[in-house]
């Protein structure tokens, strides 16, 4: 199953991430969600960027509204637009959820 | 003797509202002694991750179509607000003091007070009233 999940806060919600099968799963930064892709709390990358198998995404206008530019996004997030996000949910994902 | 009260502000911008309340708030108390007979001096304190609240560069306006929190932060600092910011919380997020917002560029003589959370604490008990967002 292609699973697009959509993370908004920047609270640890790892644990649910890490029970869902990271083959096919897609993880959408919005909103606070797009502190996971920048923020490097005690030095150390965002718990939920450590699964493998996983396409991540973070909205750039989030970022860019919260002060970050998207030169500071972590390598393994693609920075998408609404649009693409749009395209990416009706062509790429069979199933959607919100964490 | 004025009646103090502290924001603390312990959430991001922007998701939900609460953040910028609380500095809409703390802004209101400039006007509020005009009302209530009693002059108020209102602190704001951003502890856990509200830090992210003082992030220069926000492009709300652009994105979102709304005022910044960062213009609203500079509007107060411009009218000599205390505003703390939490050292440890800066720190855990690796948010270096370069990054912070200032309102020099609208003649502001204060910037936002980067302090230990420990004196965040003693304002805490130091002020009459305390409104948590």
Known sequence: ?99 | MAKSILFVISRPPYKSENPKLAITHAMACFVADMHIDEEVEPVVAFVGDGVLNCIKNQRSQEFYGIISTEQHIKNQLASDMRMLVCKEDLYRLDIKPERLINARDMGADIDLNVVGFNEVQKEMERCDQMMWF
Do not use: P
């Open chain 1, 1 to 99: 199953m292609r699973l697009g999940v959509f993370v908004s806060d920047c609270q640890k919600n790892d644990s649910m991430l890490e029970r869902l099968n990271g083959e096919g799963l897609g993880i959408f930064f919005v909103e606070n969600g797009v502190y996971h892709a920048v923020i490097h709390e005690n030095g150390r990358d965002s718990g939920v960027l450590q699964k493998k198998g996983v396409n991540y995404y973070a909205l750039a206008s989030d970022i860019q509204t919260r002060g970050f530019t998207t030169s500071e996004i972590d390598s393994r997030v693609n920075v998408v637009t609404y649009e693409d996000v749009v395209d990416l949910m009706m062509n790429d994902y069979e199933k959607l959820i919100w964490l």
